[in-house]
């Protein structure tokens, strides 16, 4: 997360990056920039506190699920997203956000990088982050996904409003660099996952720590 | 006969996942929302061998549920596994000190998730 004071918004603007979230309650804009990627806004209106995450699925391409099956059986296709979404909700439930007041947007999904305008990353990235909001019991109050375009999310977490701009001319060596380095940190992180302790030998098993919301 | 396991996770899409990998493994599962239904299905349940549980969960928290079930005699011993995107050493001491069993961080793998399991229940 990158944060700087802008002049022209008078605010504070947090910018998050692939597989980052934020969430507040002052009065100050998350931004991010979505091409394939998902982006999540959850908003708790009784306490005036938002958040916003960005994520794309892990092991999708690899691990191509049967049109019968959805994310949350046992591919772990849809792991990286739960996660995402269960750091974001944490870290507003941890804020004081109460789960029965959420409400969400969603964004993103573009098959920017795809010559022929489809892309199964990005249709599995939307189609998950409405799957999950529906589970969990969410209402999505409004969401701008798909299509060829990148868009630029400004969300004001205080006020739960959201603003997107499509990007019409999108540098798509950036877009495809970003995404790429995205991929590899995804891989590396899924060598860590489900890091294990067990307390009785105290022996612990897979590696590093990671931090947590 | 199959071995019982209690799920006590807030979230519904983590129960689903969690529940279908130990179905298909051959586990009879039983699913909680929070610490506070997790004991209360752990008394309606009859014999439970395996306990995973949350931490940040509404009514009742995960460590505040191992150390009511750590009270009850017959589930003294009943192995618990924390299953959290919680991982620092600070919290992982809390469920150590309330009577867990041990600690997996989330996301996880299905092949490390059963491996757990089986050692922790023979």
Redesign the interface.
């Known amino acids: 997360m990158h944060s700087h004071y802008d002049s022209r918004r008078q605010c504070r603007v947090a910018t998050i990056y692939p597989g980052e979230f934020y969430s507040s309650n002052e009065d100050l804009v998350i931004a991010t920039v979505l091409g394939t990627c998902v982006a999540v806004a959850l908003y708790d209106d009784q306490h005036g506190l938002g958040g916003l995450n960005h994520f794309m699925l ?1 092991k999708t391409p690899q691990y191509k699920r049967a049109e019968s099956e959805d994310f ?3 591919h ?1 296709s ?3 997203g ?2 995402s ?3 974001l ?2 870290d507003l ?2 804020k004081g956000a ?2 029965r007041n959420f409400t969400a947007k969603v964004f993103g999904g573009s098959a920017v990088l795809a010559k022929d305008g489809v892309s199964k990353i990005a249709e599995d990235n939307i189609e998950f982050a409405f799957d ?1 909001l529906r ?3 969410i209402p999505v109050i409004a969401s701008d996904v798909g299509g060829v375009l990148p868009r630029k999310i400004l969300f004001y977490p205080a006020t739960g409003k959201a603003y997107v701009k499509k990007i019409v001319r999108p540098d798509r060596e950036i877009i495809t660099k970003i995404t790429e380095e995205y991929y590899r940190k995804i891989k590396l992180e ?1 060598n860590r ?8 030998d105290t022996k612990e ?2 590696e590093g ?5 | 006969m199959a071995e019982t396991i209690l799920i006590v996770d807030d979230s519904s899409a983590i129960r689903q996942s969690v529940s279908f990998i130990l179905k298909e493994n051959g586990y009879e599962v039983v699913e909680a929302c929070d610490g506070q239904d997790g004991l209360d299905k752990l008394s309606q349940a009859g014999a439970v061998n395996l306990i995973i549980t949350d931490v940040n969960m509404p009514n009742m928290d995960g460590i505040t549920m191992v150390k009511h079930v750590r009270e009850k005699d017959e589930h003294k011993f009943t192995p618990v596994l924390v299953l959290t995107t919680e991982s620092q050493s600070s919290i992982m001491e809390e469920g150590k000190k309330a009577g867990a069993t041990g600690w997996i961080v989330k996301p996880f793998s299905n092949e490390k998730l059963l491996a757990t399991i089986k050692k922790v229940i023979g």
């Not at chain 1, 996952?193 to 009785?200: A, E, H, I, R, Y």
């Not at chain 1, 720590?209 to 919301?213: E, F, I, K, L, T």
């Open positions: 892990a949350f059986t046992g772990e849809g792991r990286y739960i996660n979404m269960e750091l909700i944490n439930l941890k109460c789960k999950f589970l969990e019991d899924e996952w489900g890091k294990t302790v067990l307390f009785d098993e897979g720590d990671r931090g947590s919301s």
